[in-house]
């Protein structure tokens, strides 16, 4: 009858937390990510599958997104290529879903922070055919695929995709050896509230969602951590570009460290 409420409340954390994890790390794994070739020949089926799989695995959608799910995080997308014609008045559905990638903070979704990366660019880099084919599958639930491999979105911009050329291979999995790699900790304390050249991170993931933590570590300037002293603007930015972070982190590794960060909470 009288269940304390804070048992409750943990039960539904710990439950909630094993369906999020039950529900992403198989399907990631199940399809490490490869760049994947999208031939001119393809129909809209077969560019739907090949979308799907790119959902599911280097473009890293499915760490942040549901389809048919409750959509906390971020929103789900369950029906978005019916919602997707009626978002921005003028905007075509394939047009406005390849918008929700390219520039993913033109529109933002009632209710969310403008936390979801330019998928285009490193370190997840899906290629112009890439995007054709996730949109198809974007498409196909709840509406009609009308993108084809010759299709050209105004999005994209003059130089379209920038796309990584490593996406897999070998690389620690251990993301306190990403950690040392990358130098992070020349920058922020993972252990202790220490201020460096960037906020600590000991309790990071008390402060923030798996989305705003990948959202940092991919955008670094898109959002400036709050706090004294004022940080510098683009250092993290240009100190990982310098050390290759964007060429040679695989999206393994950008799940390892994200995982490691969301479990730092500050305390023992
Ligand atoms: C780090 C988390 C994150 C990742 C990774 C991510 N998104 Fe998002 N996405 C968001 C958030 C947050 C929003 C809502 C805010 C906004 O509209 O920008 C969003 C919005 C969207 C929307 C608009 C939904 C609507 O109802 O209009 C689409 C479509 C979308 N994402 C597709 C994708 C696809 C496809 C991928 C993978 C290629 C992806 N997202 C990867 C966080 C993410
Ligand atoms: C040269 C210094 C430097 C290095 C190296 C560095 N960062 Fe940062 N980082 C910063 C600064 C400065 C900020 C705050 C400004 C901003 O938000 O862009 C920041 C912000 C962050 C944030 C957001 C923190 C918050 O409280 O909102 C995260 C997460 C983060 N860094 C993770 C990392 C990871 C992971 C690495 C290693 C792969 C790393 N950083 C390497 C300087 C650095």
Known sequence: ???????????????????????????????????????????????????????????????????????????????????????????????????????????????YQPTMPNISRAPIGLTDGEIIAVVAFLQNEGGEITVTPATRFEAAGEAGSQPVARTEGEGPLDALAIIKKYNCEACHDLAGAERRLGPPLHDIGARQ??????????????????????????????????TGFYDTLTLPELTALVEHLASLEGGE
């Open 1 to 111: 009858m009288n269940v304390p409420l804070k048992i409750v409340l943990f039960t539904l954390a710990v439950t909630g937390f094993y369906t999020y994890v039950g529900a992403i790390v198989p399907q990631m794994e199940a399809h490490p990510p490869k760049s994947t070739e999208i031939g001119a020949d393809m129909g809209p089926v077969e560019l739907a599958a090949t979308g799907k799989e790119i959902f599911f695995g280097k473009g890293t959608c499915a760490l942040c997104h549901t389809i048919g799910g409750k959509g906390e995080r971020c929103p789900d997308l369950e029906g978005i290529g019916r919602r997707a014609a009626s978002r921005i008045e003028g905007v075509s559905a394939q047009e406005y879903l390849a918008q929700s990638m390219y520039q993913p903070n033109e529109y933002v979704v009632d209710g």
């Open 209 to 242: 969602t798996r989305a705003q933590i990948l959202h940092s570590i991919v955008e670094p300037d898109a959002e400036i951590a709050a706090g004294e002293p004022p940080y510098t603007p683009g250092l993290m930015s240009a100190t990982l570009m310098s």
